[in-house]
């Protein structure tokens, strides 16, 4: 009797774990394009859309920013953001950019997330790739998610280019973790109106801004795919 108790036991375990489903995301697939407010700076630091880089040893919360010296901002910490051609991030798709994705000088030239922007004397550019230049990881196509007003998601396709160079700056990273100040992509929705603001961290491995954070502060107006 004993043993068929045991085994009966152990089957129900085996059973239950074979039947288990992973945990669902959490609220709706925001579907569409993420058009992006152009990024304004004052005295006070900056709106709209923006990036800042955090030095090895620093902290989103207290700071050890990296100056970008073409920042025309009173702090030039802050690089602002205006939207490509796309008008801003589309979910459910890559962006991936033109071929070939810089000039002679380093140049980066993808345009459709936002316009390239200077930094350090060299343009950088935003795509999002299918493909991690990196790694040669296969990349999620980004999604962003709501949940009665918080936005949650993923942006592991998230590419930086500059000086020839790709920077991975997505959260999660291409290998699922979240590295450093790497931190999960968050945000606020107003479904009335679709207003948006998105933010997250990701932190660079290896090249020459090793251990460097980029900090992502994006923010718009939502509009789904018809």
Known sequence: ???????????????????????KPAGEALVGTFQLDPGHCDAKGAT?????????GGTVEKGGYFLNPDS????????????????????GTFQPGPDPAFNARGDALAGQITRPGTFTAIKFAISTQSVDPGTGEKLPAPEVRNDDGKLSGQLTAWTAAWN?????????????TTEG?????????DEESGRFELSWSSTIEGGPFDRFSGNWHLEGTFVASK
């Open 1 to 23: 009797m004993r043993i068929a108790a045991v085994g009966a036991l152990i089957l129900t375990i085996l059973t239950g774990c074979g039947s288990s489903e992973e945990e």
């Open 48 to 56: 709209g859309s923006y990036f800042r880089m955090i030095q090895p």
């Open 72 to 91: 025309k901002c009173p702090d030039q910490s802050y690089s602002v953001a205006i939207a490509g051609t796309d008008r801003g991030l589309v979910t």
């Open 164 to 176: 020839n160079l790709y920077f991975n700056q997505g959260s999660p990273k291409p290998d699922g």
């Open 181 to 189: 100040l790497t931190s999960p992509v968050v945000g606020t929705y």
